[in-house]
Structure formats: structure tokens, C-alpha cells
């Protein structure tokens, strides 16, 4: 298998797990956080900051990828890891999401999603079969198969139909699929009801593959009712394989997930909210644009040790933010990056000391105990 | 005296100069350029690359710094050092040249100058007893008088009214500076004009100062123009006093300007093109937005040792480029800076070997030798 799951704690008191995930590009230690590269670079971050913070895999888009500068020119550089200078774990998504949330005049039919370019709206077709013949060329350790996320609002019938058709084109990906250095995952979709995703959650894990995910949370439902949800559905995935919730979410929601099973994140939240000023802290978040920051000599995060924070006074980073300055999104991202792989890395510790459940109730209390400032 | 100026060698066949600046935030090894930090940050870089860059003094703008945050705030946080972070040498402008090139309405007194922010077009005045109080407050190791810079086209009876004013100021300067940490360089103006500058070379100089340097350059006139009269200007200022030609230039104007006796320098250039897209390399300069880079596995220069070129490939910089990323900006900056500081090194190395004619003439050579690509 292109990657192998090695699972070797479970926590005493949860469903909370500890492993490692083993590619061709390093180990990554499970759970973990992904950072968001979109087009081939986290957002104000260097390949150099990514290493500093410790991140052992990001994640890539294959819409953006694919419109510009295309797989083809990435693949002529030696692939993605090359092309981006990240000799670590990459997980690339099957581009179904940005299909339905970026593109334009998209049309689903049962060979794939035909769909024009928010860029210069040239017309595309994605297939299963195409997506992962993408995500191979990128090169990436880990590839998603092509599902549709439906719309939140999507009556019982159309859900139906949509799941059902994410099934007839996993098995085309897993057709498709080369079985060479990348992996790929399968995903569940379902939205909040139980009995689709319980459904599908079997028609998808009979497709044997190295590791599954839930997709369609976190488009616009109560947090309540995703953790709710993924409560009852993480524990249906196999246990030997890794799991992981996609695009989802703030700290509370990761704890949350992991606490029912889950071991890999994604999320563009504290890369995009870095960018506006809002950090998040062990003491809560914290809205650098505040004028109550001016002439505050503290760093953002008094407990946190990332370079931001070790350097920089709150008064400065509102200075760069109120001047517009590039250097306030890079130092804001690298914090919020940290905050999110240090919670990854507390998460890890508490599972092996069997103390998740108190490590979760405590960030769940700091985030709850303060209201941006 | 405030800074220390120690020079050690003259080269054998031009009137180059190698020597140390020694100030209280360490010794800077002359002749050095120095990245511009207008607000507190140079553009796009962190504190920590310009660390890594061997910067070892960079220049903060007095005008944008009283404006925003203000010169108050930051010397309730400690000073200019503190605030940014930055433990090595400042050198601060006096607030002039920017009244001249950003500030509205501004209208020019014996007293001073007075002008509405260009940022909210509130009312304020410097005069050459506030520029000094300011930049001593920010905490300066090197402040500079506060000047009047003449329009390119002014005409000789106002050129000379200016000049005689711009006189009366530095004795202003000097009567006001406190002699503290923060060392008072004098500026001497005359635009193209030979015998103004003498005249005003021999006002200036007659103001017993730690430094002295050469103002209105680089305002319009051809590079022909500019070299030819830092030529005959540069070697009437003081020997044992540190030259600094302000805002200039191009890597040819910097190699030039020594080879005439300067001693220091900054631009604005390699930061602002950098982030347009435009690299100086020892190749010429090269345009990241070329289209003809799109597959080029190449790093932007093959023989830098910088950041940029050891981990990046023209093809992904200018895919950055492309897609409008942040990445991009910081990447090209580290790259410029580089380059005019490894102009500096090899320029103080060749000032050392007695050969600074031939390594002079080398950068004219490749600086002409290609068209931007």
C-alpha cells in the first residue's frame, strides 16, 4: 500500500487515537492539522516558515492547480513537492469542492462536472477518472476521490441521487486510481442525516482503500450539529485506516473530532482569519485591528512560543495591520499556524498520557472564555 | 562622538574607502547599503530575514513614522529598535524629502515646513528643532538634518534661497541635537549645479558633524549627470567623515558612487522592483512576469546564494506571480536585497584587494550586458 497507518495508542477515556502516518515523503504523526497551499503556497508563509512550524504535510487544490499552471507544467517540473520546494507529505483534494463553490455554469452529469473557469471562464470537464489522473501527475501522497459535496439545502431526493452517483464515480477513482506512490481516499457525504451517511459510509468503505473521509460538514451547520453528527458517523469508518473530516475547523471542532476518532484536519480558518487580524490564542482570539492593541507592549499569546510571538509586541502587529503592511499576514499566519500544530501536538501527548478528555474540556473552556478583544 | 567612523583602507587605483561604522546597535562594515523600512518593517520581509540577509543597518522614515503611529507611542514602547524588533543600527531621514513627495499643501517658512498628511490630511509643521527632537525620540543611531530638497526645476535665485534656508536649518539641527546615542549628519544640496554645491559643501562642512551627505540626486536627472557630479562632489566632503548618497540607486550608481568616495547608501529600488516582479541578478535583470518562465527550472539568478535562488525555480516564482500570491513578494524581496548586499560585500572585498576599478567596471559589464527578460 502507498502508505501505511500505524495505529498505536488509544486513549483510555475516548475514542481519541494516536498513530503515525508513513509516506513516501516522511512520517506524519497523527492526529494532525494540514495547512491549506492552494495554489502551491500557504498563503504568506515561505517553505521555510511551513518547516520552522513543524508541519509535516499540506495540502494543494487541484482546481486551482489544474486552471494554473496546470498539472502538465507541474508534472514537467518533477511534480508538485519539486515545484513548490516541500520535500514533506502532500494531500492534494479531488477538486469537487472548488467545482461547486468557485467555478461557474457547472453542470453534474454521470460522467463528471463540466464547469467554466473563474479565472477566465474557459471551459473545463472533471471526471473521476480525470481527477485522479491529475492528482497522480501532482504527485501528491495522498488523493481524494472525485465526490459531490451537495448543497446544504438539498431536499432528501437529490441527496439520494447525488450519494448515490459519489458512489458509482468512487469506484471509477478507485478504478482508475494507478495504486503507485499516492494513496487514495474515499469520502462520505450525507450531510446531517444519519441514515444516508450511515448508508454511505457502507457503500464507500466496501471500495477497499488506505483511508476514508468525511466530507459535507462545516457548509453551513450548527457546530453543535456537526459534532453531533460526526460523534455518531467517525466510529462506522474502519479502524485501521486513517480518518479524516475535511475543511473542517476552529479548535473547538477539531478536539471535538478527535475525541470521536478522527486523525487528519484541513482548514483554510486560521490562515484566512490570520490575514484579518484575528488570532487565535490560549486565552481566546484576539482581533489585532483593535485600537486597545496600540500601546500594548505583550506579545499576542504570552503562553505561545512561535517566532511571532517571541518577537513582537501586539502594539507593532496592530501598527503593520493599520499600515497595510505584508509583514503583519506573514507573522499573523505563522501564529495562527503554530496555535493550530501546537493544539495538534497537545492533542498527541494528551492521548498517550490517556488524559484526552480533560486535554479537550480545557480547550474547549480557553476558547469559550473570551470574546475577541 | 555619538558613532565612531574608523577607516582602514583607501583602494590603490580610486578614491573607494573601506572602513566600520561603529554605532550603539554595532559596528556596520562600510561601504554598505541600507534596506529602506519606512513603516517600522521593510516591505515583505520579516526582521528575521533581514538577520539572515546580513543586514546590519536599515533606514526608517521619519515622516511615516510621526504620522503612524508616532513618534510618542514608539518611544512609550521602548524606541524604534524596540518596537520593530530590530537590535542592529537605524538610520532615520529627517522627515523632509517626504513632506516634498507625499504631504499635501505644504507651504515652506523660515520656521519650517507645514503640510497636511497625505494619510488624513490633518495639519501639521516640522521644523528642523522637531525632526531632531523626533528622531532622537524614535531612538536613531544616525539622524539626519532636516533639509529642504529643491525641485529639479527650480531656478537658480530659488535654488540659492534654498540652499542659504536649508543652512540656516542644519544650524538649527545642530543646535537642537542632544549630542545623545543618535549621531547628526548634514546634507548637502545644489542640485546639478557644480558651484552651488561647492558652496554649500563648504556651509554644511562648516558644522562640526559626525557624518555628511549628499541629497537631491536621483530626482530626475540621467545617471550620466548623477555620476559626473558625485564625482566632483563627493571627495570635497570631509575624508574622515562617513559619505552617504542619499536614496540611490542602481547597482551601476552604488558602484559608481564609490569608486567616488561614498560610503552609504539607500533605495528604495530593490524592494520596489522586487515586488513588481524585477530581479537584479549578476546576469542582468529578469522580469518574474515573463511568460518565457513559465517552464524554466532554473533558480532567478545561478550564481546567488540567496534564499530564493538556492530553493526556488523562476518557473514557481513566476507562477506565484501569476497568481497574485504574497509568497511571491517576499521571495523576490530577499532576492534584491541579496543581490545589493552581496554587491556590498564584493565590493568591500575588492576596496580591500586594491582591484575596486576592475570589480566597478565588471558590474557596469554585466549590468549592461542584458535587456530584461
Redesign the interface.
Known amino acids: 500500500m502507498s502508505v501505511r497507518f500505524e495505529l498505536f495508542h488509544a486513549d483510555g477515556g475516548t475514542r481519541a487515537r494516536r498513530g503515525r502516518l508513513h509516506t513516501a515523503h516522511g512520517t506524519v504523526e497523527t492526529p494532525f492539522f494540514m495547512p491549506v497551499g492552494t ?3 500557504v ?6 516558515d511551513l518547516r520552522s512550524l513543524g508541519a509535516e504535510i499540506v495540502l494543494g487544490n487541484t482546481y ?1 492547480l489544474m486552471l ?2 496546470g498539472e502538465e ?1 507541474i508534472a ?3 511534480g508538485l513537492h519539486r ?3 516541500w520535500d514533506r507529505a502532500i494531500l492534494t483534494d479531488s477538486g469537487g469542492f472548488q467545482v461547486y463553490s468557485l467555478a461557474q455554469n457547472r453542470k453534474i452529469t454521470e460522467e463528471g462536472a463540466s464547469f467554466q473557469s473563474h479565472l477566465d471562464g474557459s471551459r473545463w470537464l472533471l471526471t473521476p477518472e480525470r481527477s485522479v489522473a491529475i492528482q497522480e501527475r501532482l504527485g501528491a501522497d495522498i488523493l481524494m476521490a472525485f465526490d459531490e459535496c451537495p448543497p446544504s439545502k438539498a431536499d432528501r431526493g437529490y441527496l439520494e441521487q447525488s450519494l448515490a452517483r459519489t458512489t458509482r464515480w468512487l469506484r471509477r477513482c478507485a478504478a482508475a486510481w494507478t495504486r503507485g506512490a499516492g494513496a487514495l481516499f474515499g469520502i462520505v457525504q450525507g450531510g446531517l442525516d444519519l441514515g444516508l451517511r450511515r448508508r454511505h459510509v457502507d457503500e464507500v468503505c466496501a471500495v477497499e482503500l488506505p483511508g476514508y473521509a468525511l466530507g459535507g460538514y462545516s457548509v453551513g451547520e450548527s457546530p453543535e450539529e456537526m459534532h453531533a453528527s460526526v460523534a455518531e458517523v467517525a466510529p462506522l469508518l474502519p479502524a485501521d485506516r486513517p480518518r479524516y473530516l475535511m475543511g473542517v475547523g476552529t479548535p473547538v471542532d477539531l478536539v471535538t473530532a478527535i475525541e470521536a476518532g478522527i486523525d487528519m484536519f484541513d482548514c483554510v480558518l486560521p490562515t484566512r482569519c490570520a490575514r484579518n487580524g484575528l488570532l487565535f490564542t490560549t486565552e481566546g482570539r484576539l482581533n489585532l485591528r483593535n485600537a486597545t492593541h ?2 500594548d ?1 505583550r506579545p499576542p499569546d504570552p503562553a505561545c512560543a512561535c ?1 511571532t510571538c517571541r ?3 501586539r ?2 502587529l496592530r ?2 495591520f ?2 497595510d ?3 503583519a ?3 499573523a499566519t505563522l501564529h495562527n499556524l503554530h496555535h493550530y500544530l501546537e493544539l495538534m501536538r497537545g492533542a498527541r501527548a494528551a492521548i498517550e498520557a490517556d488524559r484526552y478528555g480533560a486535554f479537550a474540556a480545557e480547550v474547549r473552556r480557553r476558547e469559550s472564555g473570551r470574546a475577541p478583544a
Chains 1, 2 share one sequence.
Open positions: 495554489q502551491a503556497t498563503k504568506a508563509v515561505g517553505q521555510d486551482h494554473r499552471p507544467l514537467e517540473l518533477g515545484f513548490m520546494a496600540a500601546r507592549p517566532y518577537t513582537h509586541s502594539a507593532y501598527h503593520l493599520a499600515a503592511e505584508l509583514l499576514l506573514r507573522l
